[in-house]
């Protein structure tokens, strides 16, 4: 069947192509305290808690303190103090002595952030090397009711993302399946692919992508499109990211009626906004207007709310909407809403 074999088609071309350190506090009471750390010294240990925002908590109500990211702002201390010694001309340079910071040498320091070096080490997509030290994630959602009436959907998803000082790649699968009393009722999949050619010092960008829709119950059997441009940052931060993107592309539908490519304009907004270490809330908006009758147009949006179950294990509950409008449709509905809740893992 068509619809399978261009999903099979279309995930192998496909496979052919560091937040800050937390702290975690046990109190002599037995209360446990955990967030970002910020400061510490031989009196107290400054943390910024998800929670109770910036505290100082002295160092004589602290039973243990388990924290990696201890280590490096003692590294850093140490590495201060040996700076400005060495620096210093007012008498002869003795030899070095071991130094010891809140009982852990300068070789126990160093082995532990070798150590964490060590297991940061990407060795890829379930360790065969493919999309080493992108961001990758896999989203799987399982919905349905008995009663007066059976209803059962599904969602499947995969996401890489990858970026350095010049370049920004995002790809994404995903595929929906959805039945109303024993009758197939959604049966969709895409496939998408966009890269960002990042300036120096600028927030200019330049982009091109593509996406592949496969859709069973449209007037169409699959559909293709692809564009490219400008784009502009408006804000990239650790906290939000929001990018305008504007271009020039076509789509072109086979399978239906009308087969001929369409030129189409393409205006795009997107952000990312970091509510706090466990949340996040990603959207995005493109508008697409036919250059040959510009009252035609298409829209797409989409909007997620993540949330980290289990930051060591990878695990996140997101919660997801999207929808497809088309002025122009032999449809009854100009909108192909998708809502999905769902399981994801970091792979």
């Not at 088609?9 to 910020?38: F, K, M, R, W, Y």
């Not at 320091?109 to 990758?136: H, K, P, Q, V």
């Not at 449809?331 to 809740?341: Q, S, V």
Request: charged share 20%; with cysteine; net charge negative.
């Amino acid at each position: 069947m068509l619809f399978y074999r261009v999903i099979a088609l279309l995930t192998s071309c496909l496979a052919a192509t560091a937040q800050a350190g937390s702290v975690s506090i046990e109190l002599d009471n037995g209360d446990h305290l955990s967030g970002e750390l910020i400061e510490q010294n031989e009196q107290s240990v400054v943390l910024n808690s998800p929670v109770l925002g910036e505290i100082s908590v002295p160092r004589s109500n602290i039973v243990a303190l388990d924290s990696e990211a201890a280590l490096t702002v003692q590294l850093e201390t140490l590495t201060e103090a040996q700076t400005e010694t060495e620096t210093s001309t007012e008498s002869p340079m003795p030899e070095t002595p071991i130094v010891d910071i809140d009982g852990i040498d300068t070789a126990e320091i160093r082995l532990a952030l070798d150590t964490e070096e060590a297991l940061e080490e990407d060795f890829g997509l379930f360790g065969t090397g493919w999309l080493s030290y992108w961001e990758r994630r896999l989203d799987l959602g399982l919905a349905g009711s008995s009663g007066n009436s059976d209803s059962m959907q599904g969602n499947l998803s995969f996401t890489a993302e990858y970026e350095s000082s010049d370049t920004r790649i995002n790809h994404r699968i995903n595929y929906f399946r959805a039945q109303s009393d024993h009758e197939l009722s959604d049966h969709s999949f895409y496939a998408s692919v966009n890269r960002d050619w990042l300036l120096p010092n600028s927030p200019w960008f330049r982009f091109a992508e593509g996406r592949v829709d496969v859709d069973q119950f449209n007037e169409w059997e699959y559909r293709i499109n692809a564009n490219g441009g400008v784009g502009y940052e408006f804000s990239n931060t650790p906290t939000w990211r929001v990018l305008g993107r504007t271009g020039l592309g076509f789509q072109r539908a086979f399978g239906g009626e009308d087969n001929e490519p369409i030129p189409e304009a393409m205006f795009g907004l997107e952000t990312r906004w970091k509510m706090n270490d466990f949340q996040r809330v990603e959207f995005a908006n493109t508008l697409y207007p036919n250059l040959l009758a510009p009252s035609e147009v298409r829209n797409l949006t989409s909007l997620d709310w993540i949330l980290d179950l289990n930051t060591y294990m990878g695990v996140a509950l997101k919660v997801g909407l999207s929808n497809e409008y088309n002025s122009v449709t032999d449809e009854e509905e100009n909108n192909d809403f998708k809502y999905t809740a769902s399981l994801a893992w970091t792979l």
